[in-house]
């Protein structure tokens, strides 16, 4: 119930084109849901956040879509840049009163090529 | 420059050496993170600190022992390790425990076992 399942494992888009990346998680007591990025060689970092009172969230070229019924959220990134070329992850946050939990996705690799 | 920064970046070992991975935070935050990243899996949470107190243990390996001595250091040292605990070892803070917000990650230790 904790698990939160991330496709696809990897993912190559031409420059120009919209990324999609899906994640599933079963546990509705779920309250955070973010996505972050990650560069080879760098640890994590903070792309952007949903929480489940709203359907969508947007800042510049990336896109949380966020459907509660179906327990699914999504990554859209619109414009694919080569510069975006890294790997996604999306997690999820439970607030069990004493402590938040993060579980994360397995992991897109997104590579944009020219 | 997330602020969280861990020493080594690289680390190789032997099955019997004793080792110590460092991180450093500059944020202000009383949470600390370990996690540990290996190909193709979901990022591990290993051990969380709070105000420099132990409040998770996820039934991580005696070989792994942290040490936290304060609220901006943490350390996490090595012994009789496996190779298949070669993998990233990222260290994380966070503002508070209950804070549903971002996770700052340091780059993380690459450890090889050999």
């Known amino acids: 119930q904790q698990q939160v399942k991330q496709s696809p494992q990897s993912l190559i888009v031409q420059k120009g084109g919209i990324s999609i990346i899906n994640c599933a998680y079963e546990?509705?007591?779920?309250?955070?849901f973010p996505w972050y990025q990650q560069f080879p060689g760098k640890g994590p970092a903070l792309l952007i956040a949903?929480?489940?009172?709203?359907s969508e969230k947007k800042e510049g070229r990336f896109t949380i879509s966020f459907n509660k019924s179906a327990k699914q959220f999504s990554l859209h990134i619109m414009d694919s840049q080569p510069g975006d070329s890294a790997t996604y992850f999306c997690?999820?946050?439970?607030?069990?009163?004493?402590?938040?939990?993060?579980?994360f996705g397995t992991g897109t690799r997104l590579q944009v090529t020219l | 420059e997330t602020g969280v920064t861990q020493t080594p970046r690289h680390l190789v070992m032997g099955m019997t050496n004793k080792k110590s991975l460092k991180c450093e935070q500059h944020?202000?935050?009383?949470?600390m993170y370990w996690y540990k990243q290996s190909a193709k899996k979901p990022l591990e949470l290993m051990f969380v600190?709070?105000?420099?107190?132990?409040?998770e243990n996820n039934s991580v390996p005696s070989r792994f022992s942290p040490e936290c001595p304060n609220s901006s250091h943490l350390f996490l040292h090595l012994h009789t390790l496996q190779p298949e605990d070669s993998a990233l070892y990222l260290c994380?803070?966070?503002?508070?425990?209950?804070?549903?917000?971002?996770?700052?990650f340091g780059e993380g230790s690459r450890l090889t076992v050999l």
């Open positions: 949903i929480r489940p009172d709203v």
């Open positions: 944020l202000g935050h009383n949470a």
């Open positions: 546990n509705t007591a779920f309250d955070y």
């Open positions: 997690a999820a946050s439970i607030n069990t009163g004493t402590a938040s939990k993060l579980t």
């Open positions: 600190y709070n105000f420099k107190e132990q409040t």
């Open positions: 994380a803070s966070r503002r508070g425990l209950t804070a549903s917000g971002e996770l700052f």
